[in-house]
């Protein structure tokens, strides 16, 4: 078998070998400040293969690129002053863009697609790595396909390790869930892909225009982007998704079922009862949630029980994992 991963905290020698490794063609899964990424050369078509056969990801599932300045953006992307716009607002930070992409974008980057999802990071060694590496970077999350992302070193090595040889340690993702995607091929037409961090209404308020939801995207329909699939991020365990969990069910509950709380202050406690944020704080919420669900998947209970959140901004992005988490 494959020996585990090798986990380096980020030394300026730790990043010029890591620097190295991905100009050479290899894999480095890096942090980021929403979830770990699986990281290659992203004008290197064979490079990012390697990424498509770590995670047993189709390849009509195309990549995020990184970069790490706005001159990036330009080579490899088209972009309109409505997306410019955003890239000021938010960038660095944790909102993709979909833009007509430029050739030296491989089409394996693109599954064959004539865009490219961009996003500037904002995570401090993530970014240093990405301006000694020079090179924009292919990096979706570095989990196996369908499975939880990762946000945390060990995540990454307890579903990767031994199929990758390098892991930049950069702590827990302070956000927790993947970025925002706004496809803005058509800047009058703008649509938001993946409810993330950066809220829909904070992309109206900067565009001056309201954002759709692609139909594909509602009926589950791969078309434009084939990743937002219906079931994804996905514990093994059967999960049900709950308006709002009454406590007495939760209460007289079979220990063999699991009950996840999201952000509700005063609910029960017990072997079988999660809290992501007892003091009700979304912001909470969202750091913890793959990081639970991991742990409550991995625990062998029969069943999960999610509760939805409620309120605006980060709880649609939140119900969103949890609806995922739960389709069958
Ligand atoms: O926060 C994040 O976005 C993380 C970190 C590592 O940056 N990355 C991430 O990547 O979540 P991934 O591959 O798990 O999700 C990328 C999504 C997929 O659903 C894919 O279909 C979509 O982006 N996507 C990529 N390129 C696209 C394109 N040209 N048009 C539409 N959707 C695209
Ligand atoms: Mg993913």
Redesign the pocket.
């Known amino acids: 078998m494959r020996p585990s991963a090798k986990v380096y905290q980020g030394t300026p020698r730790d990043l010029t070998v890591l620097a190295n490794a991905l100009r050479q063609g290899e894999l480095v899964a ?1 942090p ?1 400040e ?4 699986l990281a290659a050369n992203a004008l290197d078509a064979r490079a990012c293969r390697k990424i498509f056969r770590a995670k047993g990801r189709p390849t009509n ?4 690129v ?1 970069i790490h300045s706005l001159a990036q953006l330009h080579a490899i992307a088209i972009p309109n002053p409505a997306a410019l716009k955003l890239a000021r607002a938010f960038w660095p930070g ?1 909102l ?1 863009i ?1 833009l007509p ?1 430029r050739d030296v974008i491989p089409d394996l980057v ?2 064959g ?1 004539p ?3 961009v ?1 500037m ?1 904002r995570h401090a060694l993530f970014r240093r790595l990405l301006k000694k590496t020079a090179l924009p970077l292919a ?4 989990n196996p396909f369908g499975y939880i ?1 990762p946000t945390s070193a060990s995540h990454v090595q307890a579903s990767l390790g031994r199929k990758i040889a390098h892991i930049l340690d950069g702590g827990p993702s302070r956000i927790g869930l ?2 925002t ?1 706004v ?1 803005l091929r058509d800047p009058q037409h703008p649509q938001l ?2 409810p ?1 961090a950066v809220t829909r209404a904070d992309i109206e308020r900067v565009l001056g225009l309201r954002l759709k939801t692609p139909r594909q995207q509602r009926e589950n329909r791969p078309a ?5 699939l219906k079931r994804h991020y996905s514990p093994r365990t059967p999960s049900i998704l709950h308006a709002r969990f009454s406590n007495a069910a939760v209460a007289r509950s079979s220990l063999r079922e699991a009950w996840i709380y999201v952000a509700r202050p005063a609910a029960l406690s017990g072997k079988n009862i999660f809290h992501l944020d007892p003091r009700g704080d979304l912001n909470g919420a969202a750091r913890r949630l793959f990081d639970v669900l991991r742990k409550v998947d991995a625990a062998g209970f029969d069943r999960i029980h999610l509760e939805r959140a409620t309120g605006g901004g980060l709880a649609d992005a939140i119900n969103d994992r949890l609806e995922r988490a739960a389709a069958r």
């Open positions: 890096v980021t929403t979830v770990y990424g599932d195309p990549l995020i990184h944790a993709t979909v992409k693109s599954s697609l865009s490219v999802a996003r990071p990096a979706p999350s570095a992302s993947e970025s995607i496809d892909l993946r993330g434009i982007s084939p990743g937002l």
